[in-house]
C-alpha cells in the first residue's frame, strides 16, 4: 500500500452531498477483484453522457463536458472536495480503489459514511473531515482560483491552504500510522513474521503428524 505522508495537488470540487458509492463506481464493474483498472470507470455515470459496459474503451466515449472532473483545469487533480455524507450505500471496496487509481490521494468532505471512511485507509486513500464552514471557505476558493492547490500534512495534521492559513484535522493514531508507514491488513501481519514462522515450526515440532 503507497504510503502517505505529506502531498500537494489540485483540488477539484464535487459539489454533490449523498455520494454513494454506486456513483463512485457502478455496480456493472465490479466483477474484478484486482485494485487496479477502475479509474477510467470512476463517477462513470457523470462522467459519460452513455452507459458503460465492462472491458469497454473510455477513451472512445462521449464525455459530459460539465462535470467537474472532464474539465481541463481539474484534469491534473489529486485532491477531492466532496460534501457531506460522501461514500455512503454500500460497502465496496471497489470506491476508494477508483479513487487511487484514477488518482486521487485524499478526499476532504464535512462527513463521511463510516465503511467507506475505513476502507479508505486500508487503501492509501486519506479521508479527512472539516467542518462546513471550512468546506465551504475551500469550495469559494478552488472555484475562483484556477489551478488551486492544497498541502495536506499527515503526520502533523493540517491542511496548508495557498496563503498559508492551516486546517487542523484528526485521525485516530493507529490509522494514521499505517498510513504514514504505508501498512494494509497484510503488511500489518508481516510485520509479525517471524513470531508466525517460530509458531508454525512449533505446531509442526509437537504434532509433525499432521503434516505428512
Given at each position: 500500500?503507497?504510503?502517505?505522508?505529506?502531498?500537494?495537488?489540485?483540488?477539484?470540487?464535487?459539489?454533490r452531498?449523498?455520494?454513494?458509492?454506486?456513483?463512485?463506481?457502478?455496480?456493472?464493474?465490479l466483477?474484478?477483484?484486482?485494485?487496479?483498472?477502475?479509474g477510467?470507470?470512476?463517477f462513470?455515470?457523470?462522467?459519460?453522457?452513455?452507459?458503460?459496459?465492462?472491458?469497454?474503451?473510455?477513451s472512445?466515449?462521449?464525455?459530459?463536458?460539465?462535470?467537474?472532473?472532464?474539465?481541463?483545469?481539474?484534469?491534473?487533480?489529486?485532491?477531492?472536495?466532496?460534501?457531506?455524507?460522501?461514500?455512503?450505500?454500500s460497502?465496496?471496496e471497489?470506491a476508494?480503489?477508483?479513487?487511487?487509481?484514477?488518482?486521487?490521494?485524499?478526499?476532504?468532505?464535512?462527513?463521511?459514511?463510516?465503511?467507506?471512511?475505513?476502507?479508505?485507509?486500508k487503501?492509501?486513500?486519506?479521508?479527512?473531515?472539516?467542518?462546513?464552514?471550512?468546506?465551504?471557505?475551500l469550495?469559494?476558493?478552488v472555484?475562483?482560483?484556477?489551478?488551486?492547490?492544497?498541502t495536506?500534512?499527515?503526520?502533523?495534521?493540517?491542511?496548508?491552504?495557498?496563503?498559508?492559513q492551516?486546517?487542523?484535522?484528526?485521525?485516530?493514531?493507529?490509522?494514521?500510522?499505517?498510513?504514514l508507514?504505508?501498512l494494509?491488513?497484510?503488511?500489518?501481519?508481516?510485520?509479525?513474521?517471524?513470531a508466525i514462522?517460530?509458531?508454525?515450526?512449533?505446531?509442526?515440532?509437537?504434532?509433525?503428524?499432521?503434516?505428512n
Amino acid at each position: 500500500m503507497k504510503a502517505f505522508t505529506v502531498h500537494q495537488g489540485i483540488v477539484a470540487p464535487l459539489d454533490r452531498a449523498n455520494v454513494d458509492t454506486d456513483m463512485i463506481i457502478p455496480k456493472q464493474f465490479l466483477k474484478s477483484i484486482k485494485r487496479t483498472g477502475f479509474g477510467p470507470n470512476l463517477f462513470d455515470e457523470l462522467r459519460y453522457l452513455d452507459e458503460g459496459q465492462p472491458g469497454q474503451d473510455c477513451s472512445q466515449r462521449p464525455l459530459n463536458e460539465s462535470f467537474v472532473l472532464n474539465q481541463a483545469r481539474y484534469l491534473d487533480t489529486s485532491i477531492l472536495l466532496a460534501r457531506q455524507n460522501f461514500g455512503c450505500g454500500s460497502s465496496r471496496e471497489h470506491a476508494p480503489w477508483a479513487l487511487d487509481d484514477f488518482g486521487i490521494r485524499c478526499v476532504i468532505a464535512p462527513s463521511f459514511a463510516e465503511i467507506f471512511y475505513n476502507n479508505c485507509f486500508k487503501n492509501g486513500l486519506l479521508p479527512i473531515t472539516l467542518s462546513e464552514e471550512q468546506v465551504e471557505q475551500l469550495f469559494a476558493l478552488v472555484e475562483s482560483n484556477e489551478g488551486y492547490q492544497l498541502t495536506v500534512d499527515l503526520e502533523r495534521q493540517i491542511v496548508v491552504l495557498e496563503d498559508g492559513q492551516e486546517m487542523s484535522f484528526t485521525v485516530d493514531e493507529f490509522r494514521s500510522d499505517c498510513l504514514l508507514k504505508g501498512l494494509d491488513d497484510i503488511g500489518l501481519t508481516l510485520q509479525e513474521s517471524d513470531a508466525i514462522k517460530a509458531f508454525e515450526q512449533k505446531h509442526i515440532d509437537a504434532q509433525p503428524w499432521l503434516f505428512n
